[in-house]
C-alpha cells in the first residue's frame, strides 16, 4: 500500500518547509509514503524548495491555473505513481500533520473512500463571526445537496482511496472543496469525516481575500452546485414558481371579468400570460437540463473506464 501526500501550491517558498517538516516519511499500513507538491505557477521558487526540502514529486504549471485544476492535477499524477491512498493537505501549514493516521484510518478499515477532516470552526480565533457563519451555511448546502454528513464541507484536509480519485471531476475553477462532497453523494461514492485539529495561521487565506468578494464567490458555487448538480428540481422548482404567479395573477383578472369589471385589468391579463409563458418554457429547460445531467454521468463513466485502462494491472503489482 502506497500513500502519496499531495500539497497544492501557489508562492508558498516561506511557508511550504515548515509543513513539510511536519509531514510523516513512513506511517503504520503503508509500504511506502511519498511527498507531491503541485506547483501552480509560483514565482517564489517553491518549486525549487520543495525538492531542496526532500519531496519525492513535484508537477509545475508555467502559469496560475487556480487551486482547482492544481487539486485534480495532483489526482492525476498520485494516480500515475501508483498511489493506493492519497491524501490532500495545504502548504500554509494550517492542518495538524499528526492527524493524517486518524484520516486514512477509515479508508484502511474499508469505511469509507473520502475521509474529511472536520476543523473545529467555533474554536479558531483566526475565522471572524461571519466566515464561521459563511463556513456553516455552505456546509449546510452542501450536505442538503449531497445527502452526506460532512460537518465542515470546505476542509482542504482530507484522503481519499485511488477509487474515489479515479471518480472525482471539478467543474468549479474557484474550489474543490464543495463539489467533490456533493460528487461522492451523488455517486454513491462512501464518504465520513474525522475530528481534526489546527495549527496556528502562518499567513491570510488565499481564498478569503475580502469577505464581500468571499460572499460573492460563495454564492455563485452554491448557485451553480444546484444548477449542475441539481438542475431538474433547480429549473422546475422556478418553472412551478413562475407558472403558479402568472396562474394566481390570471386568476385575478378573470374575477375582475366576471364582475364586468375586466376592461381596466388588461395588464393583469398580460402579466398573467407572460409569467405563464416563461414559467412553462423554464419547466422545459429542467427536462432538457435532465438529459444534459444523465450525458454528463456517461461521459464521467467513460472517462473513469478510460483512466482505468491506462492504469498498471492490479496483479503486476
Given at each position: 500500500m502506497k500513500l502519496i501526500i499531495q500539497i497544492p501550491c501557489y508562492n508558498e517558498a516561506e511557508t511550504l518547509p515548515i509543513t513539510?517538516?511536519?509531514?510523516?516519511?513512513?506511517l503504520p499500513g503503508f509500504t511506502g509514503v511519498e511527498w507531491l507538491v503541485i506547483?501552480?505557477?509560483?514565482?517564489?521558487?517553491?518549486?525549487?524548495?520543495?525538492?531542496?526540502?526532500g519531496v519525492h514529486h513535484v508537477v509545475s504549471f508555467t502559469g496560475n491555473q487556480g487551486l482547482a485544476r492544481s487539486f485534480l492535477a495532483g489526482l492525476d499524477a498520485a494516480i500515475r505513481l501508483g498511489a493506493d491512498v492519497i491524501v490532500n493537505t495545504d502548504a500554509d501549514n494550517q492542518y495538524r500533520a499528526a492527524d493524517i493516521p486518524l484520516l486514512?484510518?477509515?479508508?484502511?478499515?474499508?469505511?469509507?473512500?473520502?475521509?474529511?477532516?472536520?476543523?473545529?470552526?467555533?474554536?479558531?480565533t483566526s475565522f471572524s463571526?461571519?466566515?464561521?457563519?459563511?463556513?456553516?451555511?455552505?456546509?449546510?448546502v452542501v450536505r442538503f445537496v449531497s445527502k452526506t454528513e460532512i460537518p465542515d464541507a470546505p476542509s482542504g484536509f482530507r484522503a481519499m482511496s485511488r477509487e474515489a480519485a479515479l471518480r472525482?471531476?471539478?467543474?468549479?475553477?474557484?474550489?474543490?472543496?464543495?463539489?467533490?462532497?456533493?460528487?461522492?453523494?451523488?455517486?454513491?461514492?462512501?464518504?465520513?469525516?474525522?475530528?481534526?485539529?489546527?495549527?496556528?495561521t502562518l499567513r491570510p487565506s488565499r481564498l478569503v481575500k475580502s469577505i464581500p468578494s468571499y460572499l460573492g464567490k460563495s454564492l455563485i458555487t452554491i448557485v451553480r452546485i444546484f444548477v449542475v448538480y441539481k438542475a431538474?428540481?433547480?429549473?422546475?422548482?422556478?418553472?412551478?414558481t413562475l407558472a403558479g404567479a402568472g396562474l394566481l395573477v390570471g386568476i385575478r383578472f378573470l374575477s375582475y371579468y366576471l364582475?364586468?369589471?375586466?376592461?381596466g385589468h388588461v395588464q393583469s391579463l398580460i402579466l398573467s400570460s407572460i409569467l405563464l409563458g416563461v414559467g412553462f418554457q423554464t419547466m422545459?429547460?429542467?427536462?432538457?437540463?435532465?438529459?444534459?445531467?444523465?450525458?454528463?454521468?456517461?461521459?464521467?463513466?467513460?472517462?473513469?473506464?478510460?483512466?482505468?485502462?491506462?492504469?498498471?494491472?492490479?496483479?503486476?503489482?
Open positions: 513539510l517538516k511536519e509531514l510523516p516519511r513512513e506547483d501552480d505557477g509560483s514565482e517564489d521558487g517553491t518549486a525549487e524548495i520543495a525538492r531542496q526540502c486514512v484510518a477509515p479508508i484502511l478499515a474499508g469505511r469509507a473512500d473520502i475521509v474529511v477532516g472536520s476543523r473545529p470552526i467555533n474554536e479558531i463571526p461571519v466566515k464561521k457563519f459563511l463556513q456553516k451555511c455552505g456546509s449546510s472525482l471531476n471539478v467543474f468549479n475553477d474557484y474550489t474543490y472543496t464543495l463539489e467533490t462532497i456533493i460528487q461522492a453523494g451523488q455517486k454513491g461514492i462512501a464518504i465520513t469525516s474525522v475530528p481534526i485539529r489546527v495549527n496556528r431538474f428540481r433547480f429549473f422546475m422548482a422556478m418553472g412551478l364582475s364586468g369589471d375586466g376592461s422545459l429547460t429542467a427536462f432538457l437540463a435532465d438529459l444534459l445531467a444523465v450525458n454528463r454521468r456517461l461521459m464521467e463513466d467513460i472517462q473513469y473506464r478510460v483512466k482505468k485502462l491506462g492504469l498498471p494491472d492490479e496483479r503486476e503489482k
